[in-house]
């Protein structure tokens, strides 16, 4: 039965392996594809988490910059900075130099040592301000997701070697920036920033303090920003539009989890979440996918033994047992996914539950294999 088992699960891998590979390259699955590449149990976690009563984080302030001109952002970060704010990320990349009075008080103000400014990182280059208002404060990049733009941002990298040059992410500068250098070394961030990072979103845009430039000059007190971070960015003509959707992102928060739906978060309020985690010590631990490989396996091993046993022992009511089982087994692993997740651990348990279904499935087509086999040879089954 043990041999029995092995066989139909290697089997199985094979065939699942191949199907997967089919799936990946024909266009008339891509999209299938898609939808099952966007799909995530953390999706369903943050949805649900969403219910909850946010609570707007103290630390971090978000000023809208709609399609004010230079002058008006100019003006408005001259004021920020005098409101004495701990660092400001200013997530607008300004190519091009117009050569005005206004250019030259926004490039005064940009060079202030708390400014923070952006660059975004492509293909074949890496786009950032005009030189004029470049200076020593080393921009951060922008980008989410490398591989695919369009898919849903569920991680962030804190590095990017291009160009031969090391480039690090706006939003891990900025949380350095406002972290006491004691406190960072206390949380070992350099070590935990290593590599692809899951991040832990802790609300949408009403979960930060928000404002458009116009509410934020109408202040007559503006020591609301004093030793925050403040984050300059794009967050929709009015504030929070839902359907703009210019630097906007597909996040897990999306109250959308399958389907059609458009992007649900701008990127500012992405980057604003990942400063939230870092400096709050609050990261998810992703297992590695060696893990997910091993238990994938070792489910599909133990249901290929459990239900060729089954098989042999049932007659009759062996398809509704199996149904029965693998629908148990399906809900148990997603729940205990759900909990795993809850406290800070992210098991892609999705590959699991679909091997394991179908290694149960192949024992059929198994079962046909091990009736061939025995016209031509003697094969030892279990199932003989």
Known sequence: MFRDGLINTILSLIVCYLLSFLFLNISFFNPLTKALQDFSFLDVYYSERLNENQK????????????????????????????????????????????????????????????????????????????????????????????????????????????????????????????????????KLDKKLEGSRVINYQGNLNHFLNMSIDDFMALNDKSIVKEKIVLFGYLGAPTGNVYDIEDKHFTPLNSITSGKSIPDMFGVVIHANIIAMIISNSFMHKIQTFWILILT????????????????????????????????????????????????????????????????????????????LNTKTKFKSYLN
Do not use: C, M
């Open 56 to 187: 707007v984080n103290p630390n971090i302030v978000l000023i809208n910059v709609e399609h004010k001109s230079r002058e008006e952002i100019g003006v408005a970060l001259k004021e920020l900075l005098k409101a004495k704010p701990k660092v400001v990320g200013f997530d607008i990349i300004l190519k091009d130099f117009k050569k005005t009075a206004e250019d030259t008080l926004l490039a005064f103000n940009l060079n202030d040592k708390r400014v923070i400014n952006s660059l975004v990182i492509t293909e074949q280059n890496l786009i950032s301000n005009h030189p004029f208002f470049t200076f020593k404060n080393k921009p951060g990049f922008v980008n989410f997701n490398f591989e695919n733009q369009n898919s849903v941002i569920r991680d962030f990298d804190s590095e990017k070697y291009v160009f031969k040059g090391k480039h690090e992410s706006f939003s891990v500068i900025l949380a350095r920036e406002y972290l006491p250098e004691r406190l960072w070394d206390t949380y």
């Open 297 to 372: 396996f070792l489910f599909s091993f133990l249901a290929s033994i459990y239900f060729i046993w089954l098989n042999k022992k049932l007659k009759i009511s062996y398809r509704t047992v199996r149904k029965t089982v693998l629908f148990v087994f399906t809900i148990l692993l997603v729940w205990v996914t759900l909990l795993l997740f809850k406290a800070g651990i992210v098991l892609n348990s999705t590959p699991i539950i679909v091997v394991t279904v179908f290694s149960a499935g192949f024992i059929k087509f198994y079962k046909h294999l091990v009736r061939w």
